[in-house]
């Protein structure tokens, strides 16, 4: 059975940091393509950073510089280090790992951003 599971969502300040985690289990980890997307309340889903098995990284314009996506395939766990936190960040965070046919999501994570 494939699980993603999230964490590390809460609430934090304009400016401040929270690192997302995302362990999966049930899945050949090193193999897949690990993105991070957010939906934004009343809002479509999107794609904020993504990583590959070789550790090729993309980012979403609105979080370049900011945002840094990484992998520990040992641990089986994706992650999304966050900085500089805006109002707009705020979404439930999801975890989504993709190889081929594959497609598997977590459940997410709220990531709110205010003062």
Do not use: H
């Not at 936190?85 to 790992?97: I, M, Q, S």
Request: proline share 3%.
């Amino acid at each position: 059975q494939v699980q993603l599971v999230e964490s590390g969502g809460g609430l934090v300040q304009p400016g401040g940091s929270l690192r997302l985690s995302c362990v999966a289990s049930g899945i050949s980890f090193s193999l897949y393509r690990m993105d991070w997307y957010r939906q934004p309340p009343g809002k479509q889903r999107e794609l904020v950073a993504g990583i590959t098995g070789g550790r090729s990284t993309n980012y979403a314009d609105s979080v370049k510089g900011r945002f840094t996506v990484s992998r520990d395939n040992a641990k089986k766990t994706v992650y999304l280090q966050m900085n500089s936190l805006k109002p707009e960040d705020t979404a439930v965070y999801y975890c989504n790992a993709v190889l081929s046919s594959n497609d598997y999501w977590g459940q997410g994570t709220q990531v709110t951003v205010s003062s």
